[in-house]
């Protein structure tokens, strides 16, 4: 069965297993890679999982299915 993500608005997603899905506008990935208007998901603490600039690509990463 894979994760289920369910839209909130147009640039956040709610994750079946408590992460987030949303386009950030500015910010830094562990690896010092700039983030400007990519889609990042996070875990339910809030902690960087993944980053891209297409959701399906993020999504088809992470076993995410967006509904």
Not at 51 to 66: C, E, K, M, W
Request: proline share 4%; aromatic share 6%; net charge negative.
């Amino acid at each position: 069965m894979s994760t289920k993500a369910i839209r909130l608005d147009p640039s956040c997603y709610s994750v079946s297993d408590g992460c987030s899905l949303q386009k950030e506008l500015n910010g830094t990935c562990p690896e010092g890679e700039p983030i400007r208007g990519e889609w990042v998901l996070r875990d339910e603490e809030g902690s960087y999982v993944d980053h891209g600039r297409f959701l399906s690509d993020v999504a088809t990463r992470n076993g995410i299915t967006i509904l």
